[in-house]
């Protein structure tokens, strides 16, 4: 017994040795400690790098996360078909020409890597794509429900919102809400900009640090805010692993120069299933199917994809079918005709409690 003692003594120390005292070990606690700031139990981080550190950590990335969002995008979008998907041979077809037939409007491949698992969900035509939000005033709406209220084809989660706890309504966002070219939310004060992911009227994805004015100007019809942007003109933003903002579900959208987008969506906190994954591994997934922009949206628990009335990917919630939350990237054969109204019309941000049900 007392030689078990002395050699769990010993390993441990050795651990402890490792984790504080040479570079790699340093490493991993930073990106242990990432990953937990990431969760509902940011503070616990403070055990593993300190509360000063940890609070270093915390603004460090947000003041990254500003620069990468303040580089003006230049990048275009030259869709062969615009408005009708992306046309591409047909089966069997030969040199000499027969009919082509459009790529479905939206495609699903499954993705998997190292801890983790997901989708990468392809919108062939981006003007398909609409902003949807709660159909009441008080909480807001599971993606799924969004998708079969709208008749949507597809969806996935969208904006960050107020989380009292980890456990809010999702009834108020977090900065903007635009949807058919209309600013349905907007909590910015006086700040006159705010870090959006979006689309204009011509189907070309929008994502940086942008004033409202800007949007307006630049035709944005679909927005809501997230960060951080992590490819612009064609160059991922996110050095590597160390600087990946931590293990956690994903959820991130960018766009191809044939003017398709991506979105990719990532489980995670599911041992045996799915880690997560950090936001390297989200950059290289989008570079390597050809994206040219891209940006993260909410993830954690707020992470879900819906495609023919179901939910594909397996949530980190209760719930297999995800939380309420007060935006979506939903895809309509005829967005024109989907009935999308501003449930906070006439609300300020003031009279909403986030935590209320």
């Not at 079969?148 to 108020?172: C, K, L, M, S």
Request: net charge negative; glycine share 14%.
């Amino acid at each position: 017994m007392a030689v078990a003692f002395a050699l769990f003594l010993a390993i441990g120390a050795s651990g402890a040795v490792w984790l504080f005292l040479t570079p790699s070990g340093t490493d991993f606690r930073y990106v242990m400690a990432d990953t937990i700031i990431t969760t509902q139990h940011r503070k616990w981080a403070k055990y593993i790098i300190g509360q000063e550190a940890l609070d270093a950590r915390v603004q460090a990335y947000q003041n990254r996360f500003n620069e990468m969002g303040e580089e003006r995008d230049t990048h275009e979008i030259h869709p062969s078909a615009p408005g009708t998907g992306t046309p591409v041979p047909a089966s069997g077809a030969d040199e000499a020409g027969q009919e082509e037939q459009e790529k479905p409007l939206v495609e699903i491949e499954q993705i998997s890597g190292h801890g983790y698992s997901g989708y990468v969900m392809t919108v062939n035509d981006p003007t398909k794509i609409r902003i949807a939000v709660p159909e009441k005033p008080g909480r807001g709406e599971r993606v799924l429900s969004m998708v079969q209220r709208t008749g949507a084809i597809a969806g996935v989660n969208g904006g960050g919102f107020a989380d009292p706890n980890w456990e809010g309504n999702g009834f108020q966002p977090i900065g903007i809400v635009m949807s058919g070219g209309q600013l349905f939310y907007s909590d910015l004060g006086r700040s006159n900009a705010t870090q959006v992911v979006g689309i204009d009227g011509s189907g070309k994805m929008v994502a940086g640090r942008y004033s409202l004015n800007e949007l307006r100007q630049m035709g944005v019809k679909e927005a809501v805010t997230f960060q951080p942007r992590i490819i612009v003109n064609g160059k991922g933003l996110i050095k590597n692993a160390a600087d990946g903002w931590g293990i956690a579900p994903r959820t991130a959208m960018g766009q191809r120069e044939d003017g398709a987008i991506l979105f990719v969506v990532i489980d995670g906190r599911q041992p045996g299933h799915s880690i997560g994954a950090n936001l390297y591994d989200v950059q290289q997934i989008l570079l390597e199917r050809g994206a040219v922009i891209a940006a993260n949206l909410d993830g954690g628990s707020s992470t879900v994809l819906v495609k023919d009335g179901a939910v594909l990917n397996k949530p980190s919630t209760k719930s297999s079918e995800g939380r309420y939350l007060p935006s979506a990237f939903l895809v309509f054969e005829h967005p024109e005709q989907a009935d999308i109204r501003n449930v906070w019309e006439g609300l300020k941000p003031g009279d909403i409690d986030p935590g209320k049900w």
